[in-house]
């Protein structure tokens, strides 16, 4: 025999409360105030020590914004929207779904899930994380890291071919001025 299951009123109120609480911590906000923090960066924090020193140099709770409570106004150094570069911003912290990297979205103005997965990685990111504990998942950082050597290393290839096509050209040149004298 089931029995049936009766929620009072007062439980029914204190799990919609819950609910929308739940709700209101996943809501990224757009704070047009995050633009003017935003600066590039060549390397994040890698691990807490090093983050909390940043966040202190920032200071982002004490910057005049009217989007949140400055307390979750927040330091954070994530990839930029384009994933090939990171970024130190403050703005309103929030959580990450579905083992994705965090971004800062410029146009948007907030911080949002990537479209980088970091669940390959070998520290893999967790289904849900807080948009402040980025540095604990080195691997999403580790892509702009290995873009940026890659970039490099094409450009050196690039500028060492000009020079080796201008020798040939010159080398041809002399050459037909010879034929041609």
């Known amino acids: 025999m089931k ?3 009766k929620w009072t009123t ?3 109120f204190m799990l919609i409360i819950l609910y929308f609480d739940l709700i209101k911590e996943t809501i990224t906000v757009p704070c047009p105030a995050s633009l003017h923090t935003a600066n590039d960066v060549q ?3 890698r691990n807490e020590l090093e983050w909390n020193a940043h966040a202190a140099r920032l200071n982002c709770s004490s910057i005049n914004q009217t989007c949140v409570n400055p307390s979750i106004f927040e330091y954070h150094c994530v990839l930029n929207k384009e994933g090939n570069g990171l970024l130190e911003v403050c703005a309103p912290s929030t959580h990450i779904f ?3 990297c965090t971004e800062f979205n410029s146009l948007g103005k ?3 899930a990537s479209v980088i997965n970091c669940s390959d990685a070998l520290v893999t990111c967790p289904n849900a994380y807080r948009s402040t504990e980025m540095y ?3 691997a999403c950082y580790d892509v702009v890291y290995q873009s940026t050597r890659n970039e490099e290393a094409h450009c050196s290839s690039r500028s060492t071919e000009g020079k080796s096509h201008l020798g040939i050209a010159v080398g041809l040149s002399r050459r037909w001025d010879v034929y041609i004298w």
Request: hydrophobic share 15%; proline share 6%; aromatic share 6%.
């Open 3 to 5: 029995m049936k299951r």
């Open 10 to 12: 007062s439980t029914r």
């Open 43 to 45: 390397r994040c924090p």
């Open 98 to 100: 579905e083992q994705k």
């Open 110 to 112: 907030l911080i949002q």
């Open 136 to 138: 604990k998942y080195q």
